[in-house]
């Protein structure tokens, strides 16, 4: 899997081949056709294991309420960088970002991570031709939205959220708004821009129930554009390839 | 310009030839080549010629108010089908549908839309690698956001849009809503689901003055989802060939 990752950043995934990846790993070419038969299965298996490690790696999203738990779950998906500062201080700034990328040359942090966000792009395009992968796709995508409705719900319930808000528009409001931001990241080579003062904006006008007692901007106010070290971004850990979809879906 | 479209719809970016243009049109590959020396060059030919027929085609965005006006233009962007209401009723609703197309059997307008989106998403994916692609998306993108920070402008002018709106900010917001929707468009098959809803909600609550007479919710309610013929929704006219982005940037 983490062969899988780093052959994806490098290749991109129209022009990669069974053969990249093998280069990328201690295996043979041979031996990757013995579990996957074509490029298309071992990305399955691949965005499977993103999957698992995006919904580990998000795991339960707290927070003091369920309006700054939903600004913190949404800085998890724009902000990847933010996201892994963890596994980050774990395994050393600078252990990960350029190993075994086969590059010619320092590949660092930040590029690999534009590289597989494009990656994953071209995978979204194969949508309507992989059915396979659309429906990969379509569970972190659910996922995505199953934990903005939940909190929102709960926001609802406790009195933080308006009651009038609609769990499922807000859901697919905010799954929108970070799919938008990770194709503009790839596409035009932007960060989140302003995209996220905007978003917190809007939580604090349509979301926060008139008279709860909640602050907006509890999160760190860096956005994502001070992300700086953005070589975990990925949550790609070098030793196990264990890689994360860093929000994208 | 018409075979381009064509073919892009029928073999996507990534397996598209000279050759597939070629066969779209009544040009040999060669002459092709005399004009074009390469697939990128005729696609960047093309993208020019998409971003002209995209703000041709977008016009003025007249409306009672600025606010009435963004959300006409935020309509424009995500619902294409609504957009050429006219150019449909000139052409008729079933000649441009599946001429010359190539493919196996009737294909339907709905289906071109989608096909045409995911090549431009393939398209989109190319950014890193090729600056004079991502150019031109950014060159569509600075004209969407532009026209949405001028309306933001005339309405806090008029004293329609509360003036402690930042009309740059929500030019972001809107063009990174709108790029959610096209890429979840492709990878998902998903129409623009409640989003529209909930733009319109942001709308009432985030930008219209508190003292301002406007209704926000002005134009057709149908959103996207009930788009029905969408053959011209591209803004393909089959005998000019001309094509527009259809809102996407």
Known sequence: ???????????????????????????????????????EELLLAFLDH???????????????DAVDRLVTFVDELLCPAEQTDESRSESGRDGTSDQGTGSDGPN?????????????LEIKAQGPYVEAYRE???????????????????GIDEGTIHSDVDPDDTAAFVATLVDGVNTRRVAL????????????????ENLVAPDADVAVDLVGDTGCETGGDTADAAGVDGDDGRATAGGDD
């Open 189 to 204: 080579g932007e960060t989140d821009g302003s995209v996220r003062d905007t978003f917190l904006a809007y939580v604090r």
């Open 1 to 39: 899997m983490g062969a899988t990752y780093r052959a994806l950043c490098e290749h991109g995934y129209a022009d990669l081949t069974m053969q990249d990846i093998a280069d990328e790993s201690d295996k043979s070419k041979a031996s990757l056709h013995y579990h996957y038969d074509t490029k």
């Open 50 to 64: 993103l999957y698992d490690a995006f919904t580990d790696d998000v795991g339960e999203t707290d927070g003091d």
């Open 108 to 120: 660092d942090g930040a590029d690999e991570f534009e590289e597989f966000q494009t990656a994953l």
């Open 136 to 154: 990969q796709l379509e569970r972190v995508d659910a996922f995505v939205r199953g934990r903005v409705r939940e909190i929102v719900a709960d």
